[in-house]
């Protein structure tokens, strides 16, 4: 686990040219052999970064209780997915940023990554099945991944107004998102 903490760091703050075997290795006092022992190789410990990021986010998705109502559930899920940026913020480029020039994930890595999103596609099931939202065509959970990807990610970057409650806005953001996409709201255009 230290090990890919550290290499995550190495990416974020200093970019794909400074994550080699042997700085990881030295940064959490081990041996080079040991890394290659662990992950084969650079390739094996990108992989292992890559797959290590999404089950951190899946795993805090899938900890978010349910509360019986897919609105308010949709919300606590969009509020775990920032707590998950900002609790390992140098994971998150790993996933999405194109952190590592020339990383494909393979198949099975592209399964995981996607299974994270689990709970985000149980949620809006089930307002969908029970009549809370109308989503005719699939697009809500993808719509609802991008509101909160990208709110994340301008606040990663620093790229939002100075001085602005980032918690209650992005909440505030969640909210408004998920009452577009509500049957109510069907009627109305949005």
Request: include cysteine; aromatic fraction near 6%; hydrophobic fraction near 45%.
């Given at each position: ?24 290795a030295a940064d959490v006092g081990t041996s080079t052999t040991a890394v290659y022992s ?107 991944w991008a509101i909160v990807h990208g709110l994340v990610s301008l606040e990663l970057l620093g790229n ?31």
């Amino acid at each position: 686990m230290r090990l890919l903490d550290r290499a995550g760091e190495l990416l974020s703050r200093e970019g794909a040219a400074a994550l080699s075997l042997r700085r990881v290795a030295a940064d959490v006092g081990t041996s080079t052999t040991a890394v290659y022992s662990l992950f084969g190789g650079k390739p094996g410990l990108v992989r292992a970064l890559y797959l290590e990021a999404f089950h951190r986010l899946g795993t805090r998705l899938r900890a978010v209780p349910a509360t019986g109502d897919p609105a308010e559930d949709l919300v606590r899920l969009g509020i775990a997915y920032r707590a998950s940026a900002l609790a390992d913020p140098h994971l998150y480029a790993v996933m999405f940023g194109g952190a590592i020039p020339g990383f494909e994930p393979d198949d099975d890595a592209t399964q995981h990554s996607r299974a994270a999103l689990d709970p985000l596609l149980a949620v809006i099931g089930s307002g969908v099945h029970s009549g809370v939202f109308t989503d005719t065509d699939g697009t809500m959970a993808v719509a609802c991944w991008a509101i909160v990807h990208g709110l994340v990610s301008l606040e990663l970057l620093g790229n939002l107004p100075p001085g602005l409650d980032l918690a209650a806005t992005y909440e505030r953001a969640l909210r408004a998102n998920t009452a577009g996409w509500m049957a109510a709201a069907a009627g109305r255009e949005v």
